[in-house]
């Protein structure tokens, strides 16, 4: 999604020179589908293709299947896998994440499945089959999802994490309660606990032994923990990197050819501020449009408070801003459930919010928390007041 970003960005502010991206799967795709609408069968490869093909000829945009392995930034030159060089005035890093693994004895295992790519999707879905046994290792946004689509197929889903509930950095207390609930609501068995090892025997079964002493056989066993950003093409260029290539607030490396942007990028302001790397789907789209306006050097778009989004089990969930920190937390309720929560800064403003089934609720919240727009805490819990009222 950056890099795609960036490539029409560029197109759609005027700029006539070549483009190029060069990707290991050719035509960029997107991501969040593949733990729901691609693993379930229901959008297929063409569907999930973040524009058609025919696009990128009419934007004359040029598509290299390939895999880069070096960097020089000083010339532009991109060093392929195969031993192709690409070179151009400016270069700009997508370069995404990698899965990150257990670091338990097995953790590595071939067999020990991740979902990052359109490939990992497919080998999935080819194991979820009635009664097969499923363990996901790790309930956050990506496990969840994985526990919920898998319940279609017929598998029997075991969903393990230390955190009891999972989330509530992102969704707080309560939120985080309520969806967590939902997996043994429909049949997920939930275990809390880490584990320590897995083994697999002879007949592909696998082992996954717990910290409590419990072991838990599984066919097939998902790993879904988060991802090592991607910075080998930078530190082979001499960039900077820390959990994240190093970029200013245009998204430009300490080397004025080159830009980074998306999960694999970190920004540190000009005061010295070192920020925390984000992996959400539109931190994407936002970093690829403001390098793309930097390499122009036009104005620097302007964007919202952080914002995402999840589904599960039928229910869709957005969040924006930050649940984490200090402050106060105010719980909006419906039909006894909580439905939207809140966090306002010690200074009584609004810094979070995430709600269930409440997108209108959460881009009030979003324009709220932009513009730090004063509000009531008592109309914040009131399920009866128009949030939308309250961010005019």
Same mark, same amino acid.
């Given at each position: /999604?950056a !890099?795609f970003?960036?490539?029409?960005?560029?197109? &759609?502010? !005027?700029?006539?020179?070549?483009? =190029?991206?060069?990707?290991?799967?050719?035509?960029?795709?997107?991501?969040?589908p @593949?733990?729901?609408?691609?693993?379930?069968?229901?959008?297929?490869?063409a569907?999930?293709?973040l524009?058609? &093909?025919?696009w990128?000829?009419?934007?004359?945009?040029t598509?290299?299947?390939g895999?880069?392995?070096?960097l020089?930034?000083?010339?532009?030159t991109?060093? @392929?896998?195969?031993?192709?060089?690409?070179?151009g005035d400016r270069?700009v890093? #997508?370069t995404g994440? =990698?899965?990150?693994?257990l670091p338990?004895?097995?953790g590595?295992?071939?067999?020990?499945?991740?979902?990052r790519?359109r490939?990992?999707?497919?080998? *999935?879905?080819? /194991?979820l089959?009635?009664?097969?046994?499923?363990?996901?290792i &790790?309930?956050? *946004?990506?496990?969840?999802?994985?526990?919920?689509? #898998?319940?279609?197929? +017929?598998?029997?889903?075991?969903?393990?994490?230390?955190q009891d509930?999972?989330?509530?950095?992102?969704?707080g207390h309560?939120?985080?309660?309520?969806?967590?609930?939902m997996?043994?609501?429909?049949?997920v068995?939930v275990?809390?606990?880490?584990?320590?090892?897995?083994?697999a025997?002879?007949?592909?079964?696998?082992?996954?032994? /717990?910290?409590?002493?419990?072991?838990i056989?599984?066919?097939?066993?998902?790993?879904?923990?988060?991802?090592?950003?991607e910075t080998?093409l930078?530190?082979?260029?001499?960039l900077?990197?820390?959990?994240g =290539?190093?970029v200013?607030?245009?998204?430009? =490396? #300490?080397?004025?050819?080159?830009?980074?942007?998306?999960?694999?990028?970190?920004?540190?302001?000009?005061? +010295?501020?070192?920020?925390?790397?984000a992996?959400?789907?539109e931190?994407? /789209?936002n970093t690829?449009?403001?390098?793309?306006?930097?390499?122009?050097?036009?104005? *620097?778009?302007?964007?919202?408070?952080s914002?995402?989004w999840?589904?599960?089990?039928?229910?869709?969930?957005?969040?924006?801003?930050?649940?984490?920190?200090e402050g106060?937390?105010i719980?909006?309720?419906?039909d006894?459930?909580?439905?939207?929560?809140?966090?306002?800064?010690?200074?009584g403003? @609004?810094?979070? #919010?995430?709600?269930?089934?409440?997108?209108?609720?959460?881009?009030?919240?979003r324009?709220?928390?932009?513009?730090?727009?004063?509000?009531?805490?008592?109309?914040?819990?009131d399920?009866?007041?128009?949030?939308?009222? *309250?961010?005019?």
């Amino acid at each position: /999604m950056a !890099g795609f970003t960036v490539a029409k960005e560029l197109r &759609g502010r !005027g700029f006539a020179g070549a483009v =190029t991206i060069i990707d290991p799967a050719g035509v960029p795709y997107d991501r969040p589908p @593949l733990s729901k609408d691609y693993l379930l069968g229901t959008r297929d490869q063409a569907g999930i293709q973040l524009a058609a &093909g025919d696009w990128f000829k009419d934007q004359d945009i040029t598509i290299i299947t390939g895999t880069a392995v070096a960097l020089e930034p000083d010339v532009g030159t991109v060093v @392929l896998e195969d031993g192709r060089e690409i070179t151009g005035d400016r270069v700009v890093l #997508a370069t995404g994440g =990698t899965a990150r693994r257990l670091p338990i004895p097995g953790g590595d295992l071939e067999s020990v499945l991740e979902l990052r790519t359109r490939e990992d999707a497919d080998r *999935l879905r080819a /194991m979820l089959k009635p009664g097969a046994r499923l363990a996901i290792i &790790g309930a956050g *946004l990506i496990g969840a999802e994985v526990a919920s689509s #898998a319940l279609p197929f +017929g598998a029997d889903v075991v969903l393990i994490d230390p955190q009891d509930p999972p989330l509530i950095p992102a969704v707080g207390h309560e939120l985080a309660n309520r969806l967590h609930a939902m997996h043994p609501e429909r049949g997920v068995d939930v275990v809390t606990g880490a584990p320590v090892a897995i083994t697999a025997d002879d007949g592909g079964t696998h082992h996954i032994e /717990m910290v409590s002493g419990e072991t838990i056989a599984a066919d097939a066993v998902l790993v879904g923990i988060g991802i090592i950003p991607e910075t080998r093409l930078a530190e082979s260029a001499g960039l900077e990197t820390d959990n994240g =290539t190093i970029v200013d607030e245009s998204q430009r =490396t #300490a080397h004025p050819k080159v830009y980074a942007v998306g999960d694999s990028s970190r920004i540190r302001r000009a005061d +010295g501020t070192l920020l925390r790397r984000a992996e959400h789907w539109e931190h994407a /789209m936002n970093t690829g449009a403001t390098a793309a306006a930097a390499l122009l050097g036009q104005e *620097l778009p302007r964007h919202g408070a952080s914002w995402f989004w999840s589904d599960r089990h039928g229910v869709h969930v957005e969040g924006v801003g930050s649940m984490a920190g200090e402050g106060t937390v105010i719980v909006r309720e419906k039909d006894g459930e909580p439905s939207v929560v809140f966090r306002l800064d010690p200074e009584g403003f @609004l810094a979070g #919010a995430a709600a269930v089934d409440g997108g209108f609720a959460v881009r009030a919240a979003r324009r709220i928390i932009d513009r730090r727009i004063p509000v009531d805490p008592a109309q914040l819990a009131d399920p009866m007041v128009d949030l939308r009222k *309250l961010a005019r």
